[in-house]
């Protein structure tokens, strides 16, 4: 992500680490760019953006994330402060396709 996106324009609030995410729509699919000052959350956003970047709005809002995580074996290594960063991160998606749709 380019440093002129690093504003409190594209600012995720709930996490511990400084976490920006932006997107666009183009042909119907929902193109993310994220990124963040720590690198385990830089990780952990690739992990994120492997689910639901290129989707439409409608793939992103039925996904099992849960699932996908539960598939990973994330969660389990996760702190509860960065557990609540990845919800932050969801929650921030989902209404992206929700307002997309």
Known sequence: ????KKTEDYLLRGCQS??????E??????LLE????????RGLLGVVLAAYNHKT????????IDGYFTQIDLI??????RGNG???????????AAEAA
Do not use: C, Y
Not at 18 to 23: A, E, G, M
């Open 1 to 4: 992500m380019d440093d002129s």
């Open 18 to 23: 400084q976490v920006w995410i932006d997107n």
């Open 25 to 30: 729509v183009r042909d119907g699919k929902v």
């Open 34 to 41: 994220a990124d963040s000052d720590a690198h385990i959350v």
């Open 57 to 64: 709005p409608a793939e992103i809002i039925a996904f099992d």
């Open 76 to 81: 389990k290594h996760l702190s509860p402060t």
């Open 86 to 96: 990845l919800r932050a991160m969801v929650e921030r998606i989902k209404n992206i």
